[in-house]
């Protein structure tokens, strides 16, 4: 049996103006359109990709389409590794207005403030178990 070559070229290039390119499921669904198996019609269509200059423009894309576009995903984007950029420059920003709001250089203080850091973690560690959720308790609002 031989494959329509101009179907097989449309169908592909509306797809590859849709997505960018063809996926696997595409040709799967051709080969089902036409009664050939998906091996088959892969074959052929690398077989005019050498041959003819039309399918050389095609993009394969993968086996399956993505389940979440480009546009969705990088809407859902915070940052990389997940951080929140836009509440962290929220959060630093309001330090700062209290800050200057009592005239105090922060940077004399970021060392102190490091280590006091280290020393309340020291301090929780330390708690015996039996005592350890009311003491915690006490030095976590005092590091907030």
């Not at 077989?47 to 546009?71: H, I």
């Not at 700062?96 to 973690?121: N, S």
Request: aromatic share 8%.
């Amino acid at each position: 049996m031989t494959i329509d070559v101009n179907y097989v070229l449309e169908r592909l290039s509306i797809r590859q103006i849709e997505s960018g390119g063809y996926f696997g499921t595409d040709i799967t669904e051709r080969s089902n359109e036409l009664g050939v198996t998906p091996q088959g019609l892969r074959k052929q269509i690398s077989k005019w990709k050498r041959s003819k200059e039309e399918f050389r423009n095609l993009k394969y894309l993968g086996q399956r389409p993505p389940s979440v576009t480009l546009t969705e995903f990088i809407e859902n984007l915070k940052a990389y590794g997940g951080a929140d950029l836009q509440e962290i420059f929220n959060r630093l920003t309001n330090a700062k207005r209290h800050i200057e709001k009592y005239g105090i250089r922060a940077v004399e203080f970021y060392l102190h403030i490091l280590t006091r850091e280290g020393h309340l973690r020291s301090l929780i560690s330390s708690i015996p178990s039996h005592q350890q959720e009311e003491s915690q308790a006490r030095l976590k609002s005092l590091n907030n």
